[in-house]
């Protein structure tokens, strides 16, 4: 069974602390993709990557890095946490080359920064 | 880049009523994805439409996608309690796999 896991489900975090989201899937897809979720705006994609150590900018890359060394791991870096950054993470992957190509999402981890 | 408009933005149906959420562009779109989220839960896909005027039914729902390859919409006949939560479209954009996300339609069912 197809699955997507994140490092965690919540998060507390200080302004100006570096944070990791971590997300993993065991289905060797190629492409991974991080999104925040706020109310009345959706999904919004932050980075995505394609293959190991590539990496493109989504809608709203600002404040964020991203990190992948391995095919199956896909890490969000907030350099300097900020209290706009409150938010859900959602991590998805995909494979290449489907017609047929279904997202596969992580459980989220809501992240409170104060 | 691409935008794609979903309305309403919330809905609160008697169990038993109809709900039909639409979704927008002012641009062709390559397909069209539907994805459901519980509360407190994550995004499932539930289908995908590609072709012009296609229609597809999951038991009570109907899923359209326009002629013109502009708009879709999501149908739910009699809904129950089971309905419950935020719906969204998504479209494919710039790369294959990338995908673009309407804002999502929350539908809340009582009894």
């Known amino acids: 069974d197809v699955k997507v896991t994140q490092s965690s489900r919540y998060l507390v975090k200080r302004t100006g602390e570096k944070v990791f989201l971590e997300c993993v899937q065991d289905m060797d897809h190629e492409n991974m993709f991080w999104y925040r979720q706020d109310p009345g705006l959706g999904l919004r994609l932050i980075y995505f990557?394609?293959?190991?150590?590539?990496?493109e900018k989504g809608d709203i890359p600002e404040g964020y890095s991203v990190s992948r060394e391995k095919k199956e791991r896909f890490s969000l870096i907030l350099e300097s946490a900020s209290t706009n950054q409150t938010s859900m993470y959602l991590c998805a992957s995909i494979a290449s080359g489907r017609s047929y190509n279904e997202q596969f999402f992580g459980p989220g981890t809501r992240l409170t920064v104060l | 880049g691409q935008q794609v408009m979903q309305i309403p933005q919330y809905q609160h149906v008697q169990e038993g009523e109809d709900f039909t959420t639409y979704c927008n562009s002012s641009?062709?779109?390559?397909?069209i994805q539907w994805y459901k989220q519980r509360p407190g839960g994550h995004p499932v896909f539930l289908i995908q439409?590609?072709?012009?005027?296609e229609v597809k039914k999951q038991k009570r729902l109907t899923f359209q996608f326009g002629e013109a390859k502009k708009n879709s919409s999501l149908h739910i006949t009699a809904t129950q309690t089971t309905d419950v939560g935020t719906y969204f479209c998504?479209?494919?954009?710039?790369?294959?796999?990338?995908?673009?996300f309407g804002t999502g339609t929350r539908l809340q069912v009582t009894l």
């Open positions: 998504a479209t494919n954009t710039g790369t294959a796999s990338k995908l673009t």
């Open positions: 641009t062709t779109l390559s397909n």
């Open positions: 439409l590609v072709k012009s005027g």
């Open positions: 990557s394609y293959d190991v150590k590539m990496k």
